[in-house]
């Protein structure tokens, strides 16, 4: 911890951009230079043996089984320096655990074996299934190498092995024209999606399947980037991806990595950035199939006794300070973005990273909370060095933390103090939206605390505002449409039913979604679903609902059916990113509140040049109602809630002109007289 002279320095003279626009943060500055000083120096240290930090991050080139050709023959690397012994086992040796023993170097704690093309015909070939065999401790175990391309999983026993995989004909990319820039022009509008529950049909979906029938629907839509969850192999299906087993192997469930290339190519050329949902705050702690305990050690990738298990998601927790799972983790990055051509990564579970109470029944109040002894230094130099090795590799890759605790900095440059993620997802917006439904009438909701909530982020630290993620549609849990709709979801959404809670629960999904985009972030998500309000919840098939796949699906039919309000929520969320797409909407600076009228539940605020007025009136329209606005002139509405095809009553002719009274010389902002209908919301644009 710095001490009172260098604490009082760092108040008088601070040199860092993120503390000279945060007064209350150049008391820490210290320990942000102390922090850009260790990144620098572990850099230096890279450099000096590696080359640079692109070779470091080179290690999946070099350990796991890779053919030769030069040698003419199979090699095999393995990294278990606590080990007594370990073999290479398989369909090419009959599984005998004797017949190909690797040979250990005492320096590095890297076993290393080779099998030559011609020996007595006997080689690893495509399709071969293999493991390696691990003698610590007097025990022995058959283990996945860490490095492998490709688990596979026998139907029968349900054991996983790696498999050789080599295929025929090479997947020739044909994505050498896209650009991240391009697609997202500066505003992700982003699609979270699962490719095995994506189908309608009750089974696991392929990566060719979501490529052939999702893509075009989620290019239709108008997101333009793509979250794919649960893509790291992972031994449970219900884990929801989230308990990795093999970090360089895409599921094999799903299909082939050819498959997955194939999948992202085509998005590539559809103009959808592919973003993969990375788990590096934790493993699973499966044997078995995953790194823990690999060498006997207790201790080889992560830590050693309590520290290594997490106390809420019963897994296994990273040693980020030893450099050969910094190596590991790095490596993992370059890979997937180089040999898949992922265009970024949305990293799961960084408050668990960043403090060892990982987030835990913890409160962050004061800046405390964020510098002080609970936070892992090693963690943050670890992302700090991911930031740092992305940029390097694909500058243009997009990095989102999933973060709760508003880390100051962790979405800012680290040559400004940040740790160098773009974006931070806004996890408390759907924590206030749920809240509200769940415990409060729409009539009572506090429009000031849902602006606060809205407008509550870090100057300079870009946010991706959400409704609902995948969080919200688990069992368990409960989507907004499941709150808002309850029970007539299955009965009354016919578009000619009348039912008043169908029309109540369709206006505020609307509107809910629409202030979400427009005020909260400068980045936009909704999981995959959700944006034609699913009726049902996610659930993968498990003993306590008899292995089924009916919650573990998408119901698309719903949404093109016509004759329902899920067609017309659909309609209304295309018509929204529309909106955003066209003007530009979340780049242009956030939000400003014009009017908070708390006695007729109006909120009118200014962004990109338009402005928003939401009524969360339940029962009154207001005719001539006065609004604020920033400049005189002729206003029209580009969007209204309340159009037919959305699921609205037409109440507003949409070809009126609206002329400013007032303002001029005075003091007061010119004003727009409007009709407000009760539930709506209206967009306006002038000129």
């Excluded at 008391?27 to 922090?35: G, M, N, S, T």
């Excluded at 505002?465 to 309850?486: I, M, R």
């Excluded at 939401?614 to 002139?633: E, K, L, M, Q, R």
Aim: hydrophobic share 40%; charged share 25%.
């Amino acid at each position: 911890m710095p001490t009172d002279d260098t604490l009082t320095a760092a108040v008088a003279a601070p040199t860092l951009a993120l503390t000279q626009e945060d007064s209350w943060l150049q008391p820490y500055e210290p320990i942000l230079l102390a922090r850009q000083q260790r990144l620098a120096d572990r850099l230096a240290a890279i450099t000096k043996e590696y080359g640079s930090l692109s070779k470091f991050a080179t290690a999946h080139q070099r350990l796991g089984l890779h053919y030769d050709a030069r040698r003419r023959g199979y090699v095999v690397r393995e990294w278990a320096p606590s080990a007594e012994a370990v073999s290479l086992v398989g369909d090419f040796n009959f599984w005998n655990r004797e017949a190909d023993y690797l040979q250990k170097d005492e320096a590095t704690g890297v076993w290393e074996g080779f099998i030559a093309d011609d020996e007595n015909g006997r080689r690893p070939a495509a399709g071969t299934r293999y493991k390696l065999h691990v003698v610590a401790h007097g025990q022995s175990k058959d283990r996945l190498p860490a490095y492998l391309r490709r688990a596979v999983q026998d139907e029968v026993t349900k054991d996983y092995s790696a498999q050789v995989w080599v295929p025929e004909n090479p997947f020739k990319w044909t994505d050498q024209t896209f650009r991240i820039a391009n697609a997202t022009k500066g505003q992700p509008l982003i699609y979270e999606a699962h490719v095995g529950m994506a189908q309608e049909q009750g089974r696991v979906g392929t990566y060719r399947e979501f490529a052939d029938y999702i893509l075009p629907r989620i290019q239709a839509d108008g997101y333009n980037t793509i979250q794919l969850m649960a893509i790291l192999e992972h031994p449970y299906y219900g884990s929801f991806g989230y308990h990795v087993a093999n970090f360089f192997a895409p599921s094999s469930r799903f299909g082939t990595p050819d498959d997955l290339k194939y999948l992202i190519n085509e998005a590539h050329k559809r103009g959808l950035a592919v973003l993969l949902d990375l788990v590096h705050s934790h493993a699973v702690k499966n044997e078995a199939e995953g790194l823990a305990d690999f060498d006997g050690s207790g201790n080889l990738y992560f830590h050693k006794g309590a520290r290594g298990n997490h106390p809420g998601w019963d897994s296994k927790l990273f040693d980020y300070g030893r450099p050969e799972v910094q190596q590991f983790l790095l490596s993992n990055l370059r890979y997937w973005l180089e040999e898949f051509h992922f265009d970024g990564f949305r990293f799961d579970g960084v408050t668990s990273m960043l403090y060892h109470h990982h987030g835990e029944g913890h409160a962050f109040g004061g800046y405390d909370s964020y510098f002080g002894p609970d936070a892992d230094d090693d963690a943050i130099l670890y992302l700090m060095l991911a930031s740092t090795l992305v940029r390097e590799v694909k500058k243009s890759a997009l990095l989102i933390a999933e973060d709760m605790s508003g880390l100051p900095g962790l979405c800012r440059p680290i040559a400004e103090g940040g740790v160098g993620f773009d974006y931070r997802l806004a996890m408390g917006l759907p924590d206030f939206w749920i809240k509200n439904l769940k415990h409060k009438r729409d009539e009572d909701w506090d429009l000031g605390e849902l602006w606060h909530q809205l407008t509550n982020r870090r100057a300079g630290e870009k946010t991706v505002a959400y409704a609902e993620s995948h969080d919200q549609a688990l069992v368990g849990d409960k989507t907004l449409s499941h709150w808002l709709y309850d029970s007539t979801i299955y009965t009354n959404m016919g578009v000619l039913d009348g039912d008043p809670q169908v029309a109540r629960a369709t206006a505020l999904h609307k509107l809910i979604r629409l202030i979400t985009l427009s005020a909260g972030g400068e980045a936009y998500l909704t999981f995959m679903g959700n944006e034609f309000g699913h009726p049902e919840w996610v659930d993968f098939p498990r003993a306590g609902n008899d292995w089924s796949y009916h919650y573990a699906r998408r119901q698309w039919s719903l949404a093109d059916n016509p004759d329902l309000r899920f067609h017309q929520l659909g309609t209304f969320d295309q018509a929204m990113l529309q909106l955003a797409r066209e003007r530009q909407l979340l780049t242009k600076g956030p939000a400003t509140l014009l009017n908070l009228d708390y006695e007729n539940r109006v909120l009118t605020f200014e962004r990109a040049g338009l402005v928003f007025v939401f009524s969360f009136n339940v029962s009154s329209s207001f005719f001539d109602y006065s609004i604020p606005v920033p400049a005189t002139g002729r206003y029209r509405l580009l969007l209204s809630t309340d159009r037919p095809e959305f699921g609205g009553f037409a109440r507003l002719d949409e070809k009126v002109i609206y002329d400013t009274f007032g303002g001029g010389g005075t003091a007061e902002a010119p004003r727009l007289r409007l009709y407000v209908p009760s539930r709506t919301a209206l967009v306006l644009v002038r000129g």
